[in-house]
Structures are given as structure tokens and as C-alpha cells.
């Protein structure tokens, strides 16, 4: 299972970046995928979670309105839009798949599980700044 992550880069408050998770090795239709990102100094953050399974998606409070998630199965690549950035939203940006088999798990679950979602990709730094 692999995901690699890309898009990231430096932007001005009020920009807009778009990422994209490419990922092997599962399919959507087994996996829920969700964008996760950490600060230097902070926690794991989860902030978008998206499932084929149950068509269902989360977002946190900190990015609800601002980002969306969207899928290509085609290409096995899932996407964050991200729109008004702010400068707290510097961090570097990571995806992460998790089963969506076993019994705990929902959208919200998996978002909140943050850093202990695996596998997950190497991560690509957004900077937020004037």
C-alpha cells in the first residue's frame, strides 16, 4: 500500500492550493482515504475523510467551508481543495488509507484517529505566508 502526496508549496493568506493523493497497492472500494496535516510543535490533524463505501465525508471545523475532498478512481488519486488559506493552516499536509471493514470505523472515527492512521505518505509542505 502506498500513497504519495503532491502540490504543496508557498501561498499567500487568501490563496488557494490544490493537493493530490496518488495511491496503489487498494482500491477505493476497500479503503477510506483522508487528508491529515501537523504543525511543527502540534498534534496530528485530521481534516478530511472520504469513503465509496457508505458515500459518506467529514471535514473539521477548522477547514469545513474553506476545503473539499474529491475522488478520481480512475486515476486512484484523491484530491484536497484548498480555498482562503490562513496562515495557521501551514503544516505539512499528509493522506492516509484505512480499512473500512472493521467495525469502529466511520469517516469522523478515522479523522479522529489522525496520526495513527496507516498507512500514510511522506507528506508535502503548504506554507501560508505574506
Known amino acids: 500500500l502506498q500513497l504519495v502526496e503532491s502540490g504543496g508549496g508557498l501561498v499567500q493568506p487568501g490563496g488557494s492550493l490544490r493537493l493530490a493523493c496518488a495511491f496503489s497497492?487498494?482500491?477505493?472500494?476497500?479503503?477510506?482515504v483522508g487528508w491529515f496535516r501537523q504543525a511543527p510543535g502540534k498534534e496530528h490533524e485530521g481534516l478530511s475523510c472520504?469513503?465509496?463505501?457508505?458515500?459518506?465525508?467529514y471535514y473539521a471545523d477548522s477547514v469545513k467551508g474553506r476545503f473539499t475532498v474529491s475522488v478520481d478512481s480512475a486515476k486512484n488519486t484523491v484530491y484536497l481543495q484548498m480555498n482562503n488559506l490562513k496562515p495557521e493552516d501551514t503544516a505539512v499536509y499528509y493522506c492516509?488509507?484505512?480499512?473500512?471493514?472493521?467495525?469502529?470505523?466511520?469517516?469522523?472515527?478515522?479523522?479522529?484517529?489522525?496520526?495513527?492512521?496507516?498507512?500514510r505518505g511522506q507528506g508535502t509542505q503548504v506554507t501560508v505566508s505574506s
Open positions: 472520504i469513503s465509496s463505501t457508505d458515500s459518506s465525508t
Open positions: 497497492g487498494f482500491t477505493f472500494n476497500t479503503h477510506a
Open positions: 492516509a488509507a484505512e480499512s473500512t471493514e472493521p467495525t469502529w470505523f466511520t469517516v469522523q472515527a478515522m479523522c479522529i484517529m489522525a496520526g495513527a492512521i496507516r498507512p
